[in-house]
């Protein structure tokens, strides 16, 4: 006799969350988002030269990568950073939690202030590094390339906090250079003046607020602005009209990219590989071998990771060194092979340029250590530069230096210069 | 009478992958299949007029590439195509789809759990750490851990110091891979139901088990192993159906000098004195042979066509208990016009992938449960795709063929022997499933084959009906497959050598065992293996 097959209808739901996760399901048809300001960067395109930031169609230039590194040096640049990882954190716990999650001490970050930081699994491995915005004394942004809401949520245990992934919701824009302070006070953000580095304040805009910082990722003078994404038009039309007479430009990555190289900034899964996406064990990186070993602090409380990092010092097991490299000639480095007395392996460059700034030709080398450490002489990079079809292979000297490659005092000028 | 260098017992894709390489050695090599066509369970046949099916296996991915270039496949034939994708239909009225882009994928999973969806990446890690682990083991012959012989002692060392070289944390992961439960595995990355079934049907596919036995994450892991052309764990079509594979291989090993004798089911292999002499044809035709290689399952090769005698008795108990249960079974279907699914937007690519309506662990398990009690899934788990999507050779334009594996389903139903009324309430249990997602679905239906494990048993000769030869859980892989001391394609019977999945690696559409078993005859013989790849680097 034959089995009988059980009927089971599908079910027709009127629950409001499952219509939502319904209505949700187009996001297929468009792989690339629109940030919120993408109607402001599709009009000033002209090259049309988009990449992939975390899911977002993201400018690789607007005009001309060359002419919008300078628009950062000589005027205000302002790079759409909306794509960034945020993170709102919030409750009565929420410093206690942080100072656990994160190496630096959160708990000497007042309210207002922003630090850059950094944050590790168990093993004392670096999941990213990122800006921690604190909002006020129960609240705060963290801001990162990768994403890391079960690291969060499953630290947060035991914590009164509330931990919301809030990247869409927020929109985000670097407006960097030596204009920007006179864009900002000239869009009307009254008390701007006032903000040193590193501190933030609420201003209003258009029946909301916006939180500014004076924060930024080119090593000069320049301020990132949050605002809900319902009011981030409004917001860069104001920077624009406001920025007409400082030479306000928009700008893609590429030009944003080289700033950040001249202050000697590290980016995730750029100069080194995130733990969650190391396939490779030996790619892992603890602080101390990414240049962030400032950020340890062995008297503040228990952090994620502390023991294996400290244990990693006393028995000298750090096994490799971020450093900065000055290297003879003119041509970028980038991807270079690093040598000691040109023939032993020891390293690779992960970023380099040459610097209009300090008119040198700088990189950032991951190396094997004690090279970069304490053996620093005799190192060499092999650059192979293709040249019509064919590899000029050179091998120049390489010095180690100290980063930033570049350091401009009106990024810390106080009050800041108006140009 | 004339007596060939090797007799291949069963023109399956092992035992053509076995003949291709033995030819191309200089030998001189006879493959006998019962059927009158050739293929094993990698076949395409077209059972009503304009439709193929890939009646039994019917994607692609963990076919070896290594195998593809030495035996010049794409010569003659052989393209996979890799396939967009895929879904989980839920009951209430949604879906869960698993997109190629990385990002549109992040953001399908934060439809249903944001948290989830920020997971997957060390999920992904984990798997792919794991594969890593893996891959390079299933181009090598196991080693033998009680053997002191020198390559058994390298093979060993090989395996050690590749475990050696993980970290606590990583040894740790890998030996909790290769014992847990995939319910538990995912429970570790994932909370919400139709995520954590959307990766467990990868568990499950081929076993006997539910996702809650131990074992089935590494049964996961073997179907993530796999590549198309450098994308590792990517799935395909074979274009042409499955049986495109095997039209190949036999196109190769005929190009070589090999000869394919269809129509010849083999009775029992000729033993005189402890050594294969040749087989004898149901038929009573004596075919004579200086050595035999059995592409049939460990169990077929030695409880049917060996006799009990020639055995040893250890040996005879172990391959007796070897676990091999029918647990699925197979309904492909021809359509007139492609199936609408009213959760699914028109232009979705999840038409082009893998599409399943289990929306829960706890599902899957009580289907699991229906299999325990002797009875198909009242509820199955359908692993749904239409090749015909990707591929216009299988269908007239417009028409389609649906592939649907279907678990569970018992090798006996509640201890008597499957009738057709219950392969129609198998069928039924499929097709009703389908149309409840599908209305109008029976109406498109033109031609349908069910195959329950006692038509798999019958037509492919796979015992009970089961996939892989033989359940992939630890105690059956490596140097314990298929019986601990004969991990390396030889038998008690000198002479006579295994190739089919029920050695090592296993199962699926590889390859490997078969060029594996190559590997050794030839090393037997004193004869070279030039002509055979090692395996890609795994950097």
């Known amino acids: ?419 | 009478m004339k007596a060939w260098d090797a007799i291949i017992i069963g023109g399956g894709h092992n035992g053509l992958v076995n003949a291709c390489y033995l030819q191309r050695a200089g030998l001189d090599v006879l493959v006998v299949e019962k059927n009158d066509w050739v293929g094993g369970a990698a076949t395409s046949r077209e059972l009503t007029p304009g439709f193929l099916y890939s009646n039994c296996s019917y994607v692609c991915s963990l076919f070896r590439p290594e195998i593809m270039r030495d035996l010049e496949l794409p010569r003659f034939g052989l393209q996979v195509i890799s396939y967009e994708g895929g879904a989980v239909f839920t009951r209430d009225g949604d879906y869960l789809a698993n997109y190629r882009d990385h990002d549109a994928h992040r953001r399908e999973f934060a439809r249903f759990s944001k948290r989830d969806a920020e997971a997957y990446d060390r999920y992904a890690r984990d798997v792919t750490r794991q594969c890593r682990f893996i891959q390079p083991l299933l181009m090598r012959t196991a080693p033998d851990p009680t053997s002191l012989k020198p390559r058994d002692l390298g093979e060993l060392l090989y395996l050690g110091k590749k475990f050696a070289g993980l970290s606590a944390e990583e040894m740790a992961l890998t030996l909790r891979f290769w014992t847990m439960s995939i319910s538990d595995f995912l429970d570790e990355y994932f909370e919400t139901d139709v995520i954590k079934a959307n990766f467990a049907l990868s568990g499950i596919i081929g076993t006997a088990l539910g996702p809650m036995s131990p074992g089935t994450a590494y049964v996961l892991l073997h179907h993530y192993m796999g590549e198309v052309d450098g994308s590792v764990g990517a799935w395909g079509y074979a274009r042409g159906g499955m049986g495109a594979v095997t039209k190949a291989l036999a196109a190769s090993f005929k190009a070589s000098g090999g000869t394919i004798r269809t129509g010849a089911e083999v009775d029992h292999v000729l033993v005189s004195r402890g050594k294969a002499k040749g087989v004898v044809l149901a038929g009573g035709e004596e075919i004579r042979g200086k050595l035999v290689v059995s592409n049939a399952d460990v169990k077929r090769t030695f409880l049917k066509l060996v006799e009990e005698k020639e055995l040893p008795d250890i040996f005879l108990r172990r391959v007796k208990n070897f676990k091999m249960r029918g647990s699925s079974g197979k309904v492909n279907i021809a359509l007139d016009s492609l199936p609408e699914f009213p959760a699914l937007p028109k232009d979705s690519p999840v038409y082009r992938g893998d599409m399943h309506f289990t929306d829960s662990v706890e599902r899957m398990e009580r289907a699991y449960d229906d299999w325990k009690a002797g009875r198909w899934s009242a509820d199955p788990f359908l692993d749904m795709v239409i090749p015909t999507t990707l591929d216009p050779t299988m269908a007239p334009p417009g028409k389609h063929f649906m592939s649907c594996f279907v678990q569970y389903a018992p090798p006996k139903v509640s201890g008597r022997e499957w009738t057709d009324a219950d392969r129609d309430g198998f069928a039924e249990s499929v097709i009703a499933q389908i149309a409840e997602y599908s209305p109008g679905f029976r109406d498109r239906i033109v031609h349908m084959e069910v195959r329950t494990p006692r038509e798999i048993e019958a037509e492919v000769g796979l015992t009970e009906g089961n996939i892989f030869q033989g359940e992939l859980t630890f105690d059956q892989l490596l140097f314990n497959r298929p019986v601990p001391g004969y991990a390396q394609y030889r038998s008690p019977v000198g002479g006579l050598y295994m190739c089919g999945s029920s050695t090592h690696p296993g199962g699926g559409v590889m390859g490997a065992p078969g060029r594996n078993a190559a590997a050794e005859i030839l090393r037997d013989l004193a004869k070279s293996t030039s002509h055979m790849s090692p395996a890609h680097d795994v950097i």
């Open chain 1, 1 to 419: 006799m034959a089995q009988a097959t059980r009927k089971r209808p599908v079910a027709k739901t009127e629950d409001a969350a499952v219509s939502a996760r319904i209505a949700a399901q187009s996001h297929f048809r468009i792989l690339r988002l629109g940030t919120p300001f993408q109607p402001r960067l599709d009009a000033l395109a002209k090259t049309q030269d988009w990449y992939n930031w975390a899911g977002y169609r993201a400018p690789h230039s607007l005009w001309d990568e060359e002419l919008e590194y300078f628009a950062i040096r000589s005027q205000a640049a302002l790079f759409d950073i909306s794509p960034m990882t945020k993170y709102r954190i919030e409750g009565p716990d929420a410093e206690a939690f942080l100072d656990r999650v994160t190496l630096r001490d959160v708990t000497k970050l007042r309210p207002g202030r922003v630090h850059y930081t950094a944050w590790c699994d168990d093993e004392g491995f670096v999941l990213d590094d990122g800006t921690l915005f604190r909002l006020s004394p129960t609240r705060f942004r963290l801001c990162s390339q990768e994403r890391h809401l079960p690291w969060l949520l499953d630290s947060a245990i035991g914590f009164d906090v509330v931990v919301k992934e809030e990247t869409e919701a927020v929109a985000g824009l670097a407006l960097q250079g030596p204009t920007s302070f006179a864009v900002l006070r000239d869009a009307g953000f009254a008390g701007v003046e006032k903000l040193k580095i590193f501190d933030l304040a609420d201003f209003p805009h258009d029946g909301g607020t916006v939180t500014i910082s004076r924060t930024g990722f080119t090593g000069d003078l320049g301020y990132e602005l949050f605002v809900p994404s319902a009011k981030a038009l409004s917001l860069w039309d104001r920077l624009m009209t406001a920025g007409e007479l400082r030479g306000i430009r928009a700008i893609g990555y590429t030009a944003l990219n080289r700033a950040r190289l001249e202050a000697g900034l590290i980016v995730a899964n750029g100069d080194f590989t995130t733990a969650e996406h190391a396939i490779r064990a030996d790619r892992l990186r603890r602080p101390d071998e990414i240049g962030l070993g400032f950020m340890i602090d062995p008297e503040k409380a228990h952090f994620n990771g502390r023991r294996a990092i400290l244990q990693a010092r006393a028995r000298r097991k750090l096994r490799h060194v971020l450093v900065g490299l000055e290297v003879e000639g003119n041509i970028p480095a980038e991807h270079a092979i690093v040598y000691h007395k040109k023939h032993q392996e020891v390293g690779l460059v992960s970023a380099a340029m040459w610097s209009p700034m300090a008119k040198r030709n700088i990189a950032i080398a991951s190396l094997a250590r004690p090279y970069g450490d304490t053996v620093v002489e005799d190192l060499w990079v092999e650059i192979y530069a293709m040249r019509e079809l064919q590899y000029q292979k050179l091998m120049k000297r390489a010095k180690v230096v100290a980063r930033p490659f570049i350091k401009l005092d009106r990024r810390i000028a106080n009050p800041p210069a108006d140009f």
